[in-house]
């Protein structure tokens, strides 16, 4: 029986030397889990039931299971390197084969899907065009490289300071072009539907009748938006003393519209050919506006439209948001990576290349963007070190080189005893 003993275990000590080799090898391996060789003692069936003489003839092995520790995160210059901090598989598949992987190594292929090394595509929430995910069933998420849309103008909002202290101008009526007829001005870049830029000009005149008044003209490109001498708005201020007060209450937001015309072509001074843009509507609001005896001052001046873009380059955010950033100086969420988790991950099934498989031990994936329930938190330009403990394993290796040899002095010593049988006279 012995030498059954020292034959199960030199078997054993030579699988937990497979193990660690293993682990040893895949040290540098981004998302490997590390496995452990796991050994149960064996007897023989007895016809009585067992009792308390009952002497074992060897180990088995168990199983090997793999640690699902975390492994190390180290920073990338791929921003579409993404690691998992916590728990979650990603989700990865091929001509519709669904696999799980911790390895975030992708890279984004010529139809611009986010694959791996084995061109399996990674899968998530799609966005459209306005940036809304479509949360349903996960696909394979592709990064659309096509221009931003651009968006048209449609509010300007202003705070100026008005000086009180300036006279009305002394020519009159306003004249855009002529700068003795208004008291100051602002100019701001507007867009139009196709993404054309256009100036608005805003230009302030004191009212001659009333001190606490000014009138506001508005142009488009040097055009005005109304029919001159009449103003585009009324900012009116109360009178407190000189008439200034700090609690200003200028005329309510006005709209303006203009047909957008492209650029004057040279030696033309005054753009007369449409853009091919719809009519331009912009709410001017300068509520907040003050009138003070002190210099003419703009203290914020912001538009919300702007022209198209092109794709500059994108991130993923800790809950798997893929943010796009625009050469216009916008962004959009171009999709949502998911994570998919496991009632029993060691029940799944290893397939190599860092991937693994479902199978009726590891219980059905429960899918879910990171971040939320047991799924973890995702890193971009990061990927997930093998957890693999290298100090640990050489000293394991060596516990298990001794094991193999003390199971190897077991059958040199049971040979011995049987050559002295073998010898009796």
């Known amino acids: 029986m012995s030498f059954q003993q020292g034959l199960s275990g030199l078997n054993a000590a030579s699988k937990q030397l497979e193990v660690i080799g293993n682990n040893v090898a895949n040290a540098n391996t981004v998302g ?18 067992g009792g308390g003489t009952q002497i074992g003839i060897g180990t088995s092995l168990s199983t090997v299971a793999q640690q699902f520790t975390q492994g190390n995160i180290t920073s990338t210059n791929n921003s579409l390197d993404i690691a998992i901090n916590g728990g979650g598989f990603f989700r990865m598949t091929n001509n519709g084969a669904v696999t799980y992987s911790r390895n975030g190594q992708f890279k984004m292929d010529k139809d611009g899907f986010i694959v791996d090394s084995a061109n399996k595509h990674l899968t998530g929430y799609a966005a459209d065009s306005t940036g809304t995910l ?39 009526p306003f004249d855009p072009t002529d700068p003795t007829t208004y008291n100051d001005s602002t100019a701001v870049t507007v867009f139009d539907s196709l993404g054309n830029s256009h100036t608005l000009q805003s230009y302030f005149v004191k009212d001659a009748a009333l001190p606490n008044v000014w009138n506001v003209y508005t142009t488009a490109d040097g055009i005005s938006t109304t029919v ?44 007369t050919v449409p853009t091919g843009a719809a009519a331009v509507s912009i709410q001017m ?7 003070f005896g002190s210099n003419f001052s703009i203290n914020s001046l912001s538009q919300d439209g702007y022209t198209s873009g092109r794709l500059a380059g994108f991130n993923t955010g800790a809950d798997g948001t893929i943010v796009g950033r625009y050469s216009n100086g916008q962004s959009r969420t171009l999709g949502q990576v998911v994570l998919a988790s496991f009632a029993n991950p060691n029940g799944l099934q290893s397939l190599g290349g860092n991937a693994w498989s479902e199978s009726s031990t590891s219980g059905a994936p429960l899918v879910g963007v990171p971040s939320s329930g047991t ?15 290298l100090t640990a394993e050489l000293v394991n290796m060596i516990t298990a080189q001794r094991y193999y040899q003390a199971n190897a002095q077991t059958i040199k010593t049971q040979d011995q005893v049987l050559q002295t049988l073998v010898n009796l006279r």
């Open 134 to 172: 479509q949360k349903g069933a996960p696909v394979d998420l592709n990064i659309s490289t096509s221009d931003l849309q651009p968006k048209s103008t449609t509010s300007v909002v202003g705070l100026v300071n008005l000086d009180s202290r300036k006279a009305t101008p002394a020519v009159t």
């Open 285 to 291: 609001d300068y509520s907040g506006s003050t009138q």
């Open 228 to 271: 001159l001498p009449a103003p585009t708005a009324t900012m009116t201020f109360p009178a407190s003393g000189t008439g200034m007060n700090p609690t200003s209450v200028p005329a309510s937001p006005t709209t303006v519209t203009f047909a957008p015309l492209n650029p004057p072509i040279p030696p033309a001074t005054v753009p």
């Open 375 to 389: 799924l973890g938190v995702l890193q971009s330009s990061a990927v997930e070190d093998s957890n693999t403990d």
């Open 32 to 49: 490997f889990k590390q496995s452990r060789a796991e050994f149960a003692d064996v007897f023989a069936n007895s016809l009585t039931g």
